[in-house]
């Protein structure tokens, strides 16, 4: 099994940053795309940025300019940059990864916990 293990949510007031990091762990032989969804409270999950292996980013238009999603392939990790956060942005934020396990042929899905981000006005 692979194991995402997020930190760097907290309160921030509006127009502040957060650094959220994920760290995949377990018997694995490939990450493929790794990525950040976010929930709020009476929505559903959505996407907010992802990042291939080779570096090619996705960002939700929401976020697009403000958030930057970059990665560290040797220690399988996962960033996400906020800055100019508005209190639309409070949700909580799940790392998410296509992995492949040592002795697998086939990538499964695999979820964080969640952190909690809020961003007060």
């Known amino acids: 099994q692979v194991q995402l293990v997020e930190s760097g949510g907290g309160l921030v007031q509006a127009g502040g940053s957060l650094r959220l990091s994920c760290a995949a762990s377990?018997?694995?032989?490939?990450?493929?795309?790794m990525g950040w969804y976010r929930q709020a409270p009476g929505e559903q999950r959505e996407l907010v940025a992802s990042?291939?292996?080779?570096?090619?980013?996705n960002y939700a238009d929401a976020v697009k300019g403000r958030f930057a999603i970059s990665r560290d392939n040797a220690k399988n990790t996962v960033y996400l940059q906020m800055n100019s956060l508005k209190p639309e942005d409070t949700a909580v934020y799940y790392c998410?990864?296509?992995?492949?396990?040592?002795?697998?042929?086939?990538?499964?899905?695999?979820w964080g916990q969640g952190t909690q981000v809020t961003v007060s006005s």
């Open positions: 998410n990864a296509d992995a492949r396990l040592s002795g697998s042929w086939t990538h499964n899905n695999y």
């Open positions: 377990g018997s694995i032989f490939s990450v493929n795309v």
């Open positions: 990042i291939t292996n080779g570096g090619n980013t």
